[in-house]
Structures are given as C-alpha cells and as structure tokens.
C-alpha cells in the first residue's frame, strides 16, 4: 500500500518531468500544463467547449477625438460579428471555439431578429472628461450581467473562456484604467488605438491627461475608478473574469483592453490570476504595464492591436497542446527510453 500524502504539485512536477525530452524542454508549455493541472485539480486536466465572449460597448469620450474611428464603427462591426466578418469570427472557426457577441451597451438600437445578447446597460457611457462614465449602479450592474454571460457558457458545459471587446475609444479608457490603478504617468499609458497620427496622438494624450486632472488624489476602489473613467463593456468583461475564477475555468486573457479589465478584477480578487492564460502582448504601449503588474509571459507577441478576443483565439492551439503533452505523451518509463543522469 502506498501511503505517501498526496501532493498535487509534486505529482504534476514529476509527470512533466517524467515525459520522454530533457528536463524543461517543453518550456512554457511546461508551465501552462501545470498551471492547467492545478487549478483543475488533476493530473488528467481537460479543456471542454472554448467560448470567447465579445462584449461591445460605446464610449462617451470618443466624441472627443481620441480614436481615428467615429463611433458608428462600433455597431457597424456587431453587425460583422453577427455575420461572420471580423477577424475573431475567422479565428474561433478556425479553432473550434464558440463565439458569443454580447451588447453590453453600443449606441445603438439593434433588430431582435439575430443572435445578439442583449445585456445592455445603457447608450454608451457618458464623456468621462466631464463627469463618471457610469453611475454606480450602472457599474455594478454591468458587472452582474459581465457573471451571468459566463455562467451561460458554464451551464453550456464550457470549461474555458477568453473575452474579446468592440467600442470606438476603448483604448483610451484603458489606458486611464492602467494609470489610475497602477499608478503610472499616463503618458506611459497611451498608445495609437486604431492607428492615430502624432497630432492625433498628442490630443489623445493631453485629453486623457485633463481626464486624470479632473480626479485629484484621491484614493479611490478599482470600482470607483471603473465607474468613473471605465466601459460597459469593460466592466462586463471585468465581471466575467471573476465570475469564470469562481467556477474554476480556464481564462483566456487578450490584449491591451481586455487585460484592463482583468486588472480590475485582479485588484478585486487577486487569486483570479491563477486561473489567467496571458495570449498575446499587445502593440499598445500601455499593455506592459499591466503584464508586469501581473509577472504574466504572454504567450504570443505578434504586434496585434485589434482586440475582439483574437489573441485569445489565436493563442488557444497553444494552449491545447500544453495540455495534450501533459495527458498524451509517453514517460520514459512507459516507452522504455533510457532516462539522463
Ligand atoms: C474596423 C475596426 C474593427 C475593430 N475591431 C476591434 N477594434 C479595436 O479598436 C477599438 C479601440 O481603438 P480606439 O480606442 O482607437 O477607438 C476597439 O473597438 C477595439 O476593439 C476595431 C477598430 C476598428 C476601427
Ligand atoms: O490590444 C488591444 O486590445 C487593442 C489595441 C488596439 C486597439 N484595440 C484593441
């Protein structure tokens, strides 16, 4: 009878190290496989139905130049989403990864008559350089709506989840995000977004700079600052992520903007990021920050600033390969391979 105690991290350690390649060979496949195995709590750890929720938001401040965009491109690249144009509809067919796109809040009235999820909080957030993009209320109840899209996916029996975005000027609510939380200049915060000229650049960047003017210093929760500089969107994304750690799923974290929302939820339950995969490290400049705020090694770097979830349905092969070594390769016991010393 075996009655040495049980110790999960050790077993994990010794089934990677026991597979047939030098110690550490496999790299960070390696500590995805562990990463994987621990929060499952098992040393045959399964990725079950993929899903990527896109949730779409508009933004307040857009009208103040800060995206090369107008505004209309949001509801516009819904109606995409809904027939398969965008990139991620690509991406998560290609991958095998069901697509859910969610109004958390476009400005815009869309037709019943398709698959839309309709969680919308409001017409887009109010110009946050002028007063709070949410109420309180408003915030929180996006946060709710953010758990239930992700408790839909659980009940569909979907074990992993990756979060994508759509709102002209969500960049800039981002990078607000990251300086107020981080506490960081927001100059290192800001990027180009869609692709905004210097000139353009510059005004995003002395706009966003009267927007953190506006607050002072007061030291303020990671909802306080969701509510006054964040997104619908954001904020249900937010909410996914931590709703989708307190059923034990696996979460796929995107680029710049959803990573933002992940840093409000991980300044809101910290354990969450036991449960994060980093896909990608996104071109916007302000994404390093929250990477390092986190110690996270994304899995690609690739220069994409898109969003919508695509580095999430990008990096997933990845991701299952970890996981598909972990259960599928041989020991060098069980193929009779001559160990190293
Ligand atoms: C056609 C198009 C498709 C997109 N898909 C994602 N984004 C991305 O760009 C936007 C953020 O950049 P900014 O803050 O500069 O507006 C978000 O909607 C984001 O998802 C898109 C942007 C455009 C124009
Ligand atoms: O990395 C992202 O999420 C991103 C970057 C630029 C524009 N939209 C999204």
Redesign the pocket.
């Known amino acids: 009878m075996n009655l040495q105690p049980f110790n999960l991290d050790e077993d994990i350690q010794k089934k990677i190290d026991t597979k047939t390649k030098p110690l550490g060979a496999l790299g960070d496949l390696e500590s995805i496989a562990f990463k994987i195995a621990k929060l499952q709590n098992s040393l045959m750890p399964r990725l079950l139905n993929p899903s990527i929720l896109v949730f779409a938001g508009d933004h307040g401040l857009?009208k103040t130049g800060?995206?090369?965009?107008p505004q209309d491109?949001?509801w516009?690249?819904v109606l995409n989403f809904l027939n398969k144009g965008?990139?991620i509809n690509v991406f998560a067919q290609q991958n095998d990864i069901e697509l859910k796109i969610i109004d958390a809040g476009v400005n815009f009235i869309f037709s019943k008559e398709n698959e839309l999820i309709d969680q919308k909080i409001g017409l887009g957030t109010k110009n946050c350089l002028e007063e709070d993009a949410m109420t309180e209320q408003e915030c929180l109840e996006a946060i709710e709506k953010g758990k239930e899209s992700v408790r839909l996916i659980d009940r569909e029996g979907s074990n992993v989840v990756g979060c994508?975005?759509?709102?002209?000027?969500?960049?800039?609510s981002a990078s607000l995000l990251v300086s107020l939380l981080c506490k960081a200049d927001i100059e290192e915060c800001v990027g180009?977004?869609?692709?905004?000229n210097d000139e353009q650049l510059e005004n995003k960047v002395k706009i966003l700079s009267q927007v953190i003017k506006r607050f002072g210093d007061r030291e303020r929760t990671p909802v306080e600052v969701l509510k006054a500089v964040g997104g619908f969107e954001i904020a249900q994304m937010a909410g996914a992520f931590l709703e989708a750690a307190e059923l034990g799923m696996v979460i796929l974290v995107d680029g710049f903007?959803a990573s933002s929302a992940f840093l409000v939820a991980g300044m809101i339950n910290p354990k969450i990021s036991e449960n994060a995969v980093f896909c990608h490290k996104s071109h916007e400049k302000g994404h390093a920050l929250i990477l390092n705020h986190f110690k996270a090694k994304p899995i690609l770097d690739m220069n994409l600033r898109?969003?919508?979830g695509t580095g999430c349905a990008l990096a997933y092969p990845i991701v299952k390969s970890a996981v598909a070594f972990f259960n599928d390769m041989a020991s060098f016991e069980s193929a009779n391979v001559s160990s190293g010393n």
């Not at 994508?164 to 800039?172: A, D, F, L, P, R």
Request: proline share 0%; no cysteine; charged share 10%.
């Open positions: 857009a800060v995206s090369a965009f491109v949001t516009q690249m965008a990139a994508g975005e759509m709102g002209i000027g969500n960049t800039s180009r977004g869609t692709g905004l903007i898109l969003g919508e």
